[in-house]
């Protein structure tokens, strides 16, 4: 099975910041990669998908890059909304798989 | 608006069985491959079960084969996973989810149903 490892766990930071997180598959796995944001007793929700095409209807301050083993999810000036957490997941191949999460906080 | 909407969840005691629903409206869920994903209380999210368009493919976690059952009904719109052989383990929220074969994204969610497992 293909390991996702993302960091940090968390994150604490301000409105307007930029934050980056970071998901490490082991083995390459291309562009098949997904990120969700999920709020407290909500579903996910789909932001980017093969790396860093943007989910419609995601705002464009959400971006992706990477490919092979590592993977960036940024957000270019976080706003109230974002404070959430974050999971990567890789498509390549089943089992789909998902990295631990990184919950962004406030500063 | 598409609206994914599961049922079934509850409290079962180890060693028992559990069938959740997932039913669709305002899309036609016939034209996707279908997802189970759950999450235990306070943990990250965890792929079960994935089901073809016509069913004649499916797949599952390790931790579940033998033990579940994915299958839908497109005529009735429904998705579902039968769950035997319940264990503590098995506690979690359970989503069903559409998979996009063409991104490997999950892009539309149910909002889930608890599964708790205990005796």
């Known amino acids: 099975d293909i390991q996702m490892t993302q960091s940090p766990s968390s994150v604490s930071a301000s409105v307007g910041d930029r934050v980056t997180i970071t998901c490490r598959a082991s083995q390459g796995i291309s562009s098949s990669l997904a990120w969700y944001q999920q709020k407290p007793g909500k579903a996910p929700n789909l932001l980017i998908y093969?790396?860093?095409s943007l989910q419609s209807g995601v705002p464009s301050r959400f971006s992706g890059s990477g490919s092979g083993t590592d993977f960036t999810l940024t957000i270019s000036s976080l706003q109230p909304e974002d404070f959430a957490t974050y999971f990567c997941q890789q498509a390549n191949r089943f089992p789909l798989t998902f990295g631990g999460g990184t919950k962004v906080e406030i500063k | 608006e598409v609206q994914l909407v599961e049922s079934g969840g509850g409290l079962v005691q180890p060693g028992g069985s559990l069938r959740l629903s997932c039913g669709d409206s305002g899309f036609t869920s016939s034209t996707y491959w279908m997802t189970w994903v759950r999450q235990a209380p306070g943990k990250g999210l965890e792929w079960v079960a994935n089901?073809?368009?016509?069913?004649?493919?499916?797949y599952y976690v390790d931790s579940v084969k033998g033990r579940f059952t994915i299958s839908r009904d497109n005529a009735k719109k429904s998705l579902y996973l039968q769950m035997n052989s319940l264990r503590a383990e098995d506690t979690a929220v359970y989503y069903c989810a559409t998979y996009s074969s063409n991104s490997g994204g999950l892009v539309y969610w149910g909002q889930g149903t608890l599964v708790t497992v205990s005796s």
């Open positions: 093969t790396a860093s």
């Open positions: 089901i073809k368009q016509d069913g004649s493919e499916k």
